[in-house]
């Protein structure tokens, strides 16, 4: 039921994401626009991320909390399609940005729960390739129905979204019954392992764990990145004369690229350690995508790119997930989780903003460009290979691995 579910909001979610675009340029806007759109996304879950991870951990069930956020991811779509200004536009964003939060941490939360070590890497594969199906059909939803043909005035291109917009929202509406249906009763966090009785640690504690540290910089830098992609694509495809629906076929085949990637978690872990494939996914995804920009006006060339960028993108996102609750206690699993979505929205603010201001001057493939630059960074900061270590037996927050 919860994969029925993410599925289901997902396709909603990425339907309308790569539409904002499109009605911030039919509205008369620009990159910065888009780029401030796309930031309030993230900017006002940041206020209750961390109290919902505590949340999390406190509650037997995750199911009012997952209903919640399908709710708010139904809302938003219909609040786009009626929106007539950047304002309300920034307010649907955010919308939609609360409610991919409240889903997340609850599903997160509930596998960090109930998963052991040994199936975790391939539970949180699944979530997250249910995710990359949302990232998959929507976009090309989307470009199919933008249409395929160029110079259209603004007034067909703002109609065109808004109706898209509304199938977007019914998509939404689909997926509540199945967040319903996750009515499952888990074990409080105090209650889960008797041997780590200490009390939940506390956020700054959490950030001690240089594990916790690095896992966080990989999954912003990998998140943004695709946050970036669907933002700044349709920019890229006016600027290259690429028709919408090309690039609603191109972010879906770096979308099943991602699912692959995911769905073969099992068994690239045979042979390679998680923090080798979090370097991997890095590094790829950066060296991949710097080349995007030169071929994205031939889109078998384009298609390639992204399929090999999507693979590697999809590849470190549920690995870090499992390096984090592995860092922790169990009783700080949902307030480690929160902290790390807390991470990735400030990257979610900052960087797409930033990536707007990149763009302005030197066009969307400065903001491409700026993505693969955080990309270098956060592999680069990465250390040894003790990131599978678990937290010290003791409770205390280690400074060094």
């Not at 904002?20 to 940041?46: E, H």
């Not at 939803?141 to 395929?148: D, H, N, Q, Y």
Request: glycine content about 10%; aromatic content about 6%; charged content about 10%.
């Amino acid at each position: 039921m919860l994969i029925s579910s993410a599925v289901l909001c997902q396709i909603g979610l990425n339907l309308a994401r790569p539409l904002i675009s499109y009605k911030v340029l039919a509205l008369g806007g620009d990159s910065i626009i888009v780029g401030l759109t796309s930031a309030s996304y993230a900017l006002v879950p940041l206020s209750v991320t961390l109290w919902l991870g505590r949340v999390s951990d406190r509650r037997s069930s995750l199911r009012g909390i997952a209903v919640m956020g399908t709710l708010l991811l139904a809302v938003g779509p219909f609040v786009l399609a009626v929106s007539p200004s950047f304002l309300l536009v920034t307010v649907a964003s955010a919308l939609l940005g609360m409610g991919h939060l409240c889903f997340t941490i609850a599903g997160q939360s509930a596998i960090a729960r109930v998963d052991p070590l040994n199936h975790r890497d391939a539970a949180f594969g699944w979530f997250a390739a249910s995710f990359s199906v949302g990232q998959m059909v929507g976009p090309f939803l989307a470009g199919l129905a933008m249409g395929s043909s160029e110079g259209v005035p603004a007034e067909v291109r703002l109609a065109d979204a808004n109706t898209a917009l509304l199938i977007a929202g019914v998509i939404s509406v689909l997926a509540v019954p199945f967040a319903f249906g996750t009515a499952v009763k888990y074990a409080p966090v105090d209650k889960m392992d008797a041997a780590s009785p200490s009390r939940p640690d506390s956020f700054s504690a959490l950030l001690r764990y240089p594990t916790m540290r690095t896992n966080m910089m990989a999954s912003v830098a990998l998140l943004t990145t695709t946050d970036i992609l669907v933002a700044f694509l349709p920019l890229l495809g006016e600027e290259k004369g690429v028709p919408p629906v090309v690039v609603g076929i191109l972010l879906a085949v770096q979308a099943v690229a991602s699912i692959v990637s995911r769905l073969l978690l099992p068994v690239l872990l045979a042979h390679w350690s998680r923090p080798t494939l979090v370097i991997a996914s890095l590094a790829g995804a950066g060296t991949t995508l710097a080349l995007l920009p030169w071929g994205f006006q031939f889109p078998w060339i384009a298609g390639i790119q992204l399929a090999i960028g999507g693979f590697f993108l999809g590849l470190g996102q549920p690995v870090t997930l499992t390096l984090v609750t592995q860092a922790v206690p169990p009783t700080s699993r949902g307030a480690a989780l929160a902290l790390r979505m807390f991470g990735n929205r400030v990257g979610q603010v900052s960087l797409p903003t930033a990536a707007g201001l990149v763009a302005a001057p030197v066009g969307p493939s400065g903001a491409l460009w700026m993505s693969c630059v955080v990309l270098a960074a956060a592999c680069l900061r990465r250390p040894g290979n003790k990131q599978d270590q678990g937290p010290p037996s003791n409770g205390s927050c280690p400074e060094q691995e």
